[in-house]
Nanobody, 115 residues
């Protein structure tokens, strides 16, 4: 089993920054991918950014140039640096790991951006 623990959400004014972290623990042999998703009220969960095993990153168009995904392999941790935040970025953010081809989700962390 793999457990994911997220941190770093909160309330910020538009234009501000936040950094999310997601640390994995447990039976980790091979991490295939790490990513961040978000779900706003009344909307479907959507991909924000992901990074696959050899370092390739992918971003939603809405966050390109503002958000940066990174990882620390030694700590089994993925980060999401969010800059120039907008009210439309308000959502619950979830991390997702693919470990040995099984997916695991974090508990979610609320990000609220005030105008």
């Amino acid at each position: 089993q793999v457990q994911l623990v997220e941190s770093g959400g909160g309330l910020v004014q538009a234009g501000g920054s936040l950094r999310l972290s997601c640390a994995a623990s447990g039976s980790i042999f091979s991490i295939n991918a790490m990513g961040w998703y978000r779900q706003a009220p009344g909307k479907q969960r959507e991909l924000v950014a992901n990074i696959i095993s050899y370092g390739l990153t992918n971003y939603a168009d809405s966050v390109k140039g503002r958000f940066t995904i990174s990882r620390d392999n030694a700590k089994n941790t993925v980060y999401l640096q969010m800059n120039s935040l907008k009210p439309e970025d308000t959502a619950v953010y979830y991390c997702r790991f693919m470990v040995s081809r099984r997916e695991y989700w974090g508990q979610g962390t609320q990000v609220t951006v005030s105008s």
